[in-house]
Nanobody, 114 residues
Framework: QAQFVESGGGLAQTGGSLRLSCRAS????????MGWYRQAPGKQREFVAR???????YYDNSVKGRFTISRDNAEKMVYLQMNSLKVEDKGVYYC????????WGQGTQVTVSS
């Protein structure tokens, strides 16, 4: 079964940067599109960014131009570089394949202070 371990979250100030990492295991990583999602307190999990197996990125409008998704197929890693952070970017960030597997990780907490 697929497993995902997210890391790299923390506290940042508005306008700051964080780089999230996700280690995947148990699946054919290189053949899958990978995505980042986030869940703010009291809200449903939402899509943030996607990177196809062939390297094409797609972003939610709320993060376009500020976030960059990348991957290392050899290491089964996917990254999310987050720049120009806003308070509304706070939440727990998760990665998963797209389509999603049922096996969500613990996520990594991102807090942005104004």
């Amino acid at each position: 079964q697929a497993q995902f371990v997210e890391s790299g979250g923390g506290l940042a100030q508005t306008g700051g940067s964080l780089r999230l990492s996700c280690r995947a295991s148990g699946s054919t990583f290189s053949n899958n599109d990978m995505g980042w999602y986030r869940q703010a307190p009291g809200k449903q999990r939402e899509f943030v960014a996607r990177l196809s197996s062939s390297g094409y990125p797609y972003y939610d409008n709320s993060v376009k131009g500020r976030f960059t998704i990348s991957r290392d197929n050899a290491e089964k890693m996917v990254y999310l570089q987050m720049n120009s952070l806003k308070v509304e970017d706070k939440g727990v960030y998760y990665c998963n394949t797209i389509p999603n597997t049922a096996f969500w990780g613990q996520g990594t907490q991102v807090t942005v202070s104004s």
